[in-house]
Structure formats: structure tokens, C-alpha cells
């Protein structure tokens, strides 16, 4: 990779900046000064430095980020903030897009990265990675619907849901419940308990394939995933 890409894609300025950058003398390749922008650079085993700082090279972000209500699951919106709006520069500096999406009112786990056959391959509908909710429901959710949820009920639209695993944590007029499904259609949780006649009215996204959303994330905030973390939600075993 040439110099000046990978001064670029890490945040030190546009072309013009970096060719200052380099020009002034402050950028070292293995303690070398480089001062051309056309300097090939192998980026797994040299050491770049920009007046003494090392710059670490990293290609994709993969961020987890407890989305609050009212934040629209988009790279950028006229009239709405987005979940993009929450990033730091130093990450938002690599163009990175959620993973799927959760609805504007809707809380909890969102994957962000820059990384596109990452979330192809979450978000591809042969993959068939779970996703988990837990929502309150305006009525009582029974064990009949347990078990209509686990066949599939039909949408509004007509179509039938792949399989849910329902369960319910509290029963009552208004009822918490865990929800576990491996589509995302539009609205679909919201969508699959209106087929049963009742009403979601808070719904929030803990877990996707293996991973958990850190519960020592508070809402508007992110972190970074670690390497096995990444791994995990990729997993199928």
C-alpha cells in the first residue's frame, strides 16, 4: 500500500494534507524519513510512525453499540440523528454502516462496520443468524402462543414466519417476554405478536448469534469487539 493511502484511510487528512504531512518530515517508515506519497509500504510488518507516534493500521471496525429510542439505523439522515451521528471521528473516519437494522423506537444490540462480507455474511437470509429480543407485550402472552410462534405464524402480508423460540419471563395485562428468530423482516417482531392479536410496546435487541450485548454498555454508547468476540458471532457450532 502506498504511504499516502494509508496516512488517508487512517485519519491524518485529505491527499493535500498528507502530501504537507510528508513534506514537512515527520513521517518515518522504520525510523526512515519518507517524504513521497508513492512509497510502498508493507502494512503486516513495517513500522510506520508520524512524528513518533505509531500508526496502527487497521482495515475494518466492528463495533457493538447499544442503540437508545429515536436514533434511525442509517449511515446518514437530513432530519434524524444516526447511529453513525454517535461515533467518534476515529471511527467514523472509516465509513462503517450498520448491520441490518433496528427500528427507530427499537433498543439494543447494533453491529457497526466497514466490513461488507462481514455483514453479508450475518445478514444473508441463508445464514440463518438468531437474533434475540426481549419486549414488552400489551396482553397475555400463553403457552398457545409459545407454540404458534415455534411453527410460524402468518404476517399482515401473508407471509409465514420461519420458526420463533417464545418465552415468556412475566405473564400478565402486560407481559415481558424473551423472542429468539432468524429473519428480519420489516417490523417483524412487532408484526408476528399482532397476529396474535396483541401489541408490542417496548422492544429491545440483547444478543445476536452467540454474542450478548455488554451489559456495561449504556444506551448511545459503543465498543469495539474483540477478536474472539468476532469470531463467536460468526459461529455456527
Given at each position: ?94 465509513e462503517p454502516f450498520p448491520v441490518g437494522r433496528l427500528d427507530k423506537d427499537t433498543e ?14 450475518l445478514m444473508s437470509p441463508k445464514k440463518h443468524v438468531p437474533k434475540t429480543y426481549i ?20 404476517l399482515d402480508d401473508g407471509y409465514v414466519t420461519k420458526p420463533g423460540e417464545l418465552k ?70
Open positions: 500500500m502506498r504511504i499516502d493511502k494509508l496516512l488517508a484511510n487512517m485519519g491524518y487528512g485529505t491527499r493535500k494534507d498528507v502530501k504537507k504531512l510528508l513534506k514537512s518530515g515527520g513521517v518515518h517508515v522504520n525510523g526512515e524519513t519518507i517524504k513521497e506519497g508513492k512509497k510502498h509500504i508493507n502494512t503486516d510488518s513495517d513500522l510506520v510512525t508520524v512524528y513518533g507516534e505509531e500508526v496502527e493500521y487497521k482495515p475494518y471496525i466492528y463495533l457493538m453499540l447499544n442503540k437508545p429510542q429515536g436514533v434511525i439505523s442509517a449511515t446518514e439522515d437530513l432530519e434524524h440523528e444516526t447511529v453513525i451521528d454517535l461515533l467518534l471521528y476515529e471511527h467514523a473516519m472509516y439494543g444490540f447494533l453491529l457497526i462496520t466497514n466490513d461488507g462480507q462481514f455483514s453479508h455474511a419486549a414488552t407485550v400489551k396482553g397475555m402472552v400463553t403457552d398457545v402462543d409459545v407454540q404458534r410462534f415455534k411453527e410460524g405464524v402468518t415468556v419471563i412475566e405473564q400478565g395485562p402486560v407481559s415481558e417476554i424473551e423472542l429468539t428468530i432468524t429473519e428480519g423482516k420489516y417490523h417483524q417482531v412487532k408484526r408476528m405478536f399482532e397476529a396474535v392479536e396483541k401489541k408490542v410496546l417496548t422492544l429491545k435487541r440483547t444478543k445476536i448469534g452467540k454474542l450478548t450485548l455488554d451489559p456495561e454498555l449504556e444506551l448511545g454508547t459503543y465498543r469495539e469487539l474483540r477478536q474472539e468476540e468476532i469470531d463467536l458471532i460468526l459461529s455456527r457450532d
